[in-house]
């Protein structure tokens, strides 16, 4: 959708802009449910999120576009993906958008160059191994030094039976492994929507948050 829009004629009123009017309420949806549990942040997808999606799936449906097209493309995108797409309604772990999975691959695919040293199985099955630990480290909140350093100075005297402690999620990490969360990070940036009052996409965006979001008012949505 956002490459279909590039064209700066094609902008006011088109289809492409109008997507973008679901993508961006569905976005905003996650940003309020950033900080639920799965558990929550599944029930709240399904009572606000899932219509939404339901609409844009329906408006795709009837989107005449070139198949060549960008948006002829988009909409192809869109109608085959849509089981997937629609697997953050079955789990609240999941995320709506992949971003977060290819930041976390890019440290990854950068080093590759340094495979040639990895000249056997065991060495790239080694190499692969050390990346999942410092990635989901990452991911956890901890610092990879100290925790791949508390790895290897606790795990020569580790039981089978007592792994689960030393998972990156555990809770009984010691604090040193963890990445000290500065305030600032705490509060993330609300998604901006189009400012142009009066154009097509603004009264469209306008009409779409006032019927999707008078139900998160009377929930009691996180603000």
């Keep these: ?129 050390y990346f999942s630990i410092v990635e989901t480290a990452k991911e956890n909140l901890l610092n990879p030094f100290q925790y791949i350093k508390f790895l290897l100075e606790t795990l020569p005297t580790t039981k089978s039976s007592e792994l689960e402690e030393l998972l990156p999620w555990s809770e009984n990490l010691p604090d040193i492994c963890r990445v000290p969360v500065k305030e600032s990070n705490k509060q993330m940036e609300k998604p901006k929507y189009p400012s142009k009052k009066g154009s097509p996409l603004y009264m469209a965006l306008e009409k779409l948050r006032a019927r999707y979001q008078t139900k998160c008012e009377s929930s009691a949505l996180p603000q």
């Design 1 to 129: 959708m956002y490459e279909s829009i590039k064209p700066v004629t094609a902008r006011d009123g088109s289809d492409a802009e109008r997507g973008l009017v679901f993508i961006n309420l569905l976005f905003a949806f996650e940003h309020e449910f950033r900080d639920l549990s799965p558990e929550e942040r599944l029930e709240k997808r399904l009572k606000f999120s899932k219509p939404v999606s339901d609409d844009f799936f329906d408006w795709v449906g009837t989107v005449h576009a070139l198949p060549k097209s960008l948006l002829g493309e988009a909409v192809t995108y869109a109608l085959l993906q849509r089981k997937y797409l629609e697997n953050v309604y079955l789990d609240g772990r999941l995320e709506l958008s992949n971003n977060l999975s290819e930041r976390s691959l890019r440290p990854f695919v950068k080093g590759r160059t340094q495979w040639l040293f990895s000249n056997t199985p065991n060495g790239a099955e080694s190499s692969s191994i």
